[in-house]
């Protein structure tokens, strides 16, 4: 990257697709034209010619390790977002049976996933945080699971909300547990044992947008009817190798450098985890510093450490905030038009001077104008 383009590079507080780590995308750059030993650009090779099929093979081992995914899961590289995982779950776990999905309700993603599941069967919200405008997780004993549910489903990091489950939510042993985890994928290590089934679009925490990792059971790919469409057949995908039809070799590729990056320059997910929760605690200890004027909206049990989610006294003010940050070389600070407020999104790749950076304008920020 020429040190101009480098130097022009704001501290990018994008909720998704967000920030890259900076050495991936030089990386690329340097591979783009022609990678290496291959005579070109990743984007002219085959996805079944020996380059691309050991980078996708690298990628998946390099998440298998990061993640500790025993050989009882099948890792899968898909398209359609995490929006098709809503569908294809209930589609391969629940379509043509008599059983109940159930899933607990934390959030603007949530909301999206069961109105889509409710299309493929019985589906029952047996958890709701909305009286409280979804600020918290469900402590156990909130909610009861079936002995006989299809799975129990939530999502361990609501992006718009700036919610995240700090462990698993409880669940019964013999009922699979599924989670959406597009925008804390790889934030920190995951007891992959406890799931069923996990999955999570690239373009928060992984990659770029056009690739969707689901970490399956195996044992949950027999369910799958056998009407479904080919593409949203889990099973095709595990015996193709996610090549049942051309996967999304630039994405994937994209994403084998991020994992390769977290394991090699990072140290692993344990180091991750602890580099994330110390930057979410300098925005958090600012918000709480300053709570006459800034005001957090997620509890403090479950807050994210993923996007940080908070509001101003007013909406001119929140404006204000929002174009001088901007002004000062930080990105993407607005909320979710559902939510409103400010939203930073601090993802693996955000590095902590970005943080520190923020931390010290939102001081100003208060002083001036509270
Ligand atoms: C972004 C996001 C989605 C939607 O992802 P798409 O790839 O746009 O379908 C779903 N769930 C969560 C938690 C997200 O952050």
Redesign the pocket.
Same mark, same amino acid.
């Given at each position: 990257m020429s040190v101009t383009a480098t130097a022009q590079r704001a501290f990018n507080f994008s909720a /998704?697709p967000a920030a890259l780590p900076l050495t991936v995308l030089q990386q690329v750059q340097e591979e783009f034209l022609c990678l290496p030993g291959a005579g070109a650009s990743l984007l002219e090779l085959s996805h079944r010619g020996k380059p691309f099929v050991s980078i996708m093979e690298d990628a998946e081992a390099t998440l298998r390790s990061l993640l500790g995914v025993s050989d009882d899961y099948a890792v899968l590289f898909l398209q359609g /977002? *995490?929006?098709l995982q809503f569908s294809m779950i209930p589609a391969n776990l629940l379509r043509g049976t008599e059983m109940t999905g159930q899933y607990l309700l934390t959030g603007s993603?949530g909301k999206k996933a069961i109105v889509e599941a409710r299309k493929e069967g019985n589906i029952e919200a047996i958890y709701d945080a909305k009286d409280s405008n979804y600020d918290h997780v469900p402590r156990p004993g909130d909610y009861q699971v079936r002995d006989d549910a299809a799975y129990l489903y939530y999502?361990s990091?609501?992006?718009i909300q700036g919610v995240q489950y700090p462990t698993e939510p409880d669940c019964p042993d013999s009922i699979p547990l599924i989670s959406?985890a597009?925008?804390d994928f790889l934030c920190r290590p995951l007891p992959i044992d406890k799931y069923g089934l996990i999955y999570a679009?690239a373009?928060?925490n992984a990659g770029p *947008?056009g690739v969707?990792v689901v970490v399956v059971r195996r044992d949950l790919l027999e369910r799958g009817s056998e009407s479904l469409p080919g593409y949203l057949q889990y099973r095709n995908h595990e015996a193709g190798g996610s090549m049942w039809n051309t996967p999304p070799t630039f994405a994937i590729y994209v994403l084998g450098k991020v994992a390769r990056w977290l394991a090699d320059d990072i140290g692993g997910l344990e180091a991750m985890e602890k580099q994330n929760r110390e930057k979410a605690q300098v925005l958090y200890d600012t918000i709480d510093a300053n709570s006459g004027f800034y005001q957090g909206h997620a509890k403090p049990e479950c807050r994210s450490l993923m996007n940080v989610t908070f509001t101003l006294p007013n909406d001119e003010l929140q404006t204000q905030f929002v174009d001088e940050a901007a002004q000062h070389s930080m990105v993407s600070l607005k909320g979710h038009r559902s939510v409103g407020g400010i939203r930073a999104s601090i993802y693996n790749a955000m590095p902590r001077e970005g943080v520190e950076t923020l931390a010290n304008f939102m001081k100003d920020f208060a002083a001036k104008n509270g």
């Open positions: /998704g /977002g *995490a929006a993603w999502c990091n609501e992006t959406d597009s925008s679009c373009q928060k *947008a969707t």
